[in-house]
DNA sequence: TCTGTATGGGGAA
DNA sequence: TCCCCCTACAGAT
C-alpha cells in the first residue's frame, strides 16, 4: 500500500498552511527537475490539496479582480503529484527554502512564503492539468468499499483472502468513505485486530493507514517532525526481535514468526545478503578502478552526471540524531548503540509512514 | 572513501 | 522481469 497515509497528511499540512495565503507569480521549476514546467501565472490565487490514494491533487484557484475582470477569467490549474520515494512539501520564508525544492509556489507578501515540493532522489514527479490516474485503484482509506468489493482473489493470496465476502463483517463499521474516523474507532480497530489472527485482511488494508492518520497532532513536516508517537506505533518494522527477508526483487519483507511456504528459497536478511554479479554491474561507483570496459563507461557517465547534480545543490548539513523510544514490550537488546543503528538506518524510510505495516503478513 | 539501504513507478526486453 | 531514475546517511574499510 505505502504512501496512502503521508500523502493524506501532506494534503491536509498544504490546506492547513495555505489558508489564507494569497499566491502569486509564475509558478518556478528547478533546472535540475526533468518534470514538466507548469505554464500557470497569476497575479493573485490560492491553493487548496485533496488526496486519493497515493497521489495528491494542488488545485490553483485565480482570485478575480476587477482588473482580471475585463481580460479573460484565468481558469484554475489542477497538478497531480506523486511522491516517488522521497516527496513532501513545505512552507517555508522565500530565504528559507529547502534543498531540492523542486516546484516553487510564491506568496503575494513580501518577503514571500513559499509552499515547495521537496524531493532529493526525484522519483516523485508531478503533471500540470493532471487528473487521479485513471487506472489506479480504488483509494484504500477514502474509497474503501470500492476497494472492498472489485478485488480478484490472487491465487497466492487465496489461502489468506477464503473465506472474505465483499462485505465487511466487522462489527466496527465506522471508517468508511469520508467518514472521520475519530479515536474511539480507531482503538475499536486496533482491539478487533490484535484479538483475531484472521481479522479480515482486507479491513487491515483500510485501518492500518487510517491509525497512522490518526496518530495525533504531529504536524506533517518530513524534515523536523517528532516520528517517536509513529515509531511507537511500529510493531514489525526495523523492531528488534523481528525478521526480515527479501523477497526476489530485492525488497525486504518484515514479520514475526514463520516466513510461510512461498518464502524465497535462497532469500537472506539484509544485512546477511551476498553481493551478486548484478550488484557489481549496478554498483557504478566501484567502477573507477577498473579498467576501459562498456559498463565502466557507463559508470563514468553516471558519476558525471552525480557531479553535475551536485554542483547545483548547496550542501546540506549533517542532520541531528533523533531519539527513538519504542513503547512495545520489553526486548533483549535495548543498548543504546544498537538502538542507534537500526534506528538510523530506518529512519528515512520509517518517516514515511505509509508505507509500513504494524504487522507484516506474508 | 566505499558500500549498503531505503523501494515508486516508467519502460524496455 | 528487470533496469533505471536519484540522494542521504550510517557503518565499514
Aim: charged letters at 35%; proline letters at 7%.
Amino acid at each position: 500500500m505505502p504512501e496512502g497515509p503521508e500523502l493524506h497528511l501532506a494534503s491536509l499540512f498544504v490546506n492547513k498552511m495555505c489558508e489564507g495565503v494569497l499566491f502569486s507569480g509564475p509558478v518556478r521549476k528547478s533546472e535540475v527537475s526533468k518534470n514538466p514546467d507548469v505554464a500557470f501565472a497569476c497575479d493573485a490565487y490560492r491553493i487548496s490539496a485533496a488526496s486519493r490514494g497515493k497521489e495528491v491533487k494542488l488545485t490553483l484557484t485565480p482570485i478575480k479582480s476587477d482588473d482580471t475582470k475585463a481580460k479573460e477569467a484565468q481558469q484554475p490549474m489542477d497538478i497531480v503529484f506523486r511522491f516517488g520515494m522521497s516527496g513532501f512539501f513545505r512552507f517555508t520564508a522565500e530565504d528559507e527554502l529547502p534543498k531540492h525544492a523542486h516546484l516553487c509556489f510564491y506568496s503575494k507578501e513580501k518577503p514571500s512564503r513559499v509552499l515547495s515540493y521537496v524531493d532529493a532522489r526525484r522519483f516523485g514527479s508531478w503533471q500540470p492539468h493532471g487528473t487521479w490516474q485513471p487506472d489506479r485503484g480504488p483509494c484504500i482509506m477514502f474509497e474503501y468499499e470500492s476497494f472492498r468489493s472489485n478485488i480478484p482473489p490472487f491465487v497466492p493470496a487465496r489461502i489468506v483472502l477464503e473465506g472474505l465476502g465483499s462485505d465487511d463483517t466487522c462489527k466496527d463499521k465506522k471508517p468508511l468513505k469520508n467518514d472521520i474516523l475519530n479515536r474511539k474507532a480507531v482503538t475499536t480497530a486496533r482491539k478487533i485486530t490484535m484479538k483475531d489472527e484472521h481479522a479480515d485482511l482486507l479491513r487491515l488494508c483500510h485501518t492500518v493507514p487510517m491509525e497512522v492518520v490518526h496518530l495525533g497532532g504531529k504536524g506533517y513536516d518530513p524534515e523536523k517532525a517528532d516520528y517517536s508517537e509513529f515509531e511507537a506505533w511500529l510493531q514489525c518494522y526495523y523492531v528488534d526481535g523481528m525478521k526480515s527477508i527479501r523477497d526476489h526483487n530485492g525488497r525486504t519483507i518484515w514479520f514475526k514468526g514463520d516466513p510461510g511456504p512461498m518464502a524465497p528459497k535462497d532469500s537472506k536478511s539484509p544485512k546477511a545478503k551476498k553481493r551478486t554479479k548484478k550488484d557489481e554491474e549496478h554498483d557504478y561507483t566501484s567502477k573507477k578502478k577498473g579498467g576501459g570496459t562498456q559498463s565502466e563507461s557507463a559508470g563514468m557517465k553516471k558519476e558525471i552526471k552525480v557531479a553535475k547534480t551536485k554542483k547545483n545543490e548547496q550542501a546540506t548539513p549533517p542532520r541531528t540524531a533523533k531519539s527513538l523510544k519504542v513503547n512495545t514490550p520489553p526486548r533483549e537488546d535495548k543498548s543504546p548503540a544498537r538502538r542507534r543503528k537500526t534506528t538510523k538506518l530506518a529512519e528515512g524510510s520509517r518517516r514515511r509512514s505509509g508505507r509500513l505495516t504494524r504487522q507484516t503478513v506474508k
